[in-house]
Nanobody
């Protein structure tokens, strides 16, 4: 299971970097996705990074603002979030899968596992 950290309260236009780490397995074997869940809404996918660090955006509205990276030596993945908006307020999660996509098929959320407890991000002035 992953442990997410780095969330907090930030003003609109601000930045946060979230971390996702685990002591249960080696992340270099897996693709890692970042997701979020706003109050009263379903989980939504944001980005996925493959084992070769290819990035797939799962949500168009974060393009140009969010990016994902990984440090296999630290067994950690990161989500860098810039120019945050109030609509980004949510609990953020990471999870693993074998492949972000296979051809044109984007891996659905139910094929990810090792979900952590999440980290709260609140964007407010």
């Amino acid at each position: 299971q992953f442990v997410e950290s780095g969330g907090g309260l930030v003003q609109p236009g601000g930045s946060l970097r979230l971390s996702c780490t685990t002591s249960y397995f080696s992340v270099e074997r897996y693709s890692i996705g970042w997701f979020r869940q706003a109050p009263g809404e379903d989980h939504e996918g944001l980005l996925c990074i493959s084992t070769t660090s290819d990035i797939i955006y799962l949500k168009d509205s974060v393009k140009g603002r969010f990016t994902i990276s990984r440090d296999n030596a630290e067994n950690t993945a990161y989500l860098q979030m810039n120019n945050l908006e109030p609509e980004d307020t949510a609990v953020y999660y990471c999870a693993k899968t074998y492949r972000c996509a296979a051809g044109t098929r984007i891996t659905p959320l139910y094929e990810y596992d090792a979900w952590g407890q999440g980290t709260q991000v609140t964007v407010s002035s």
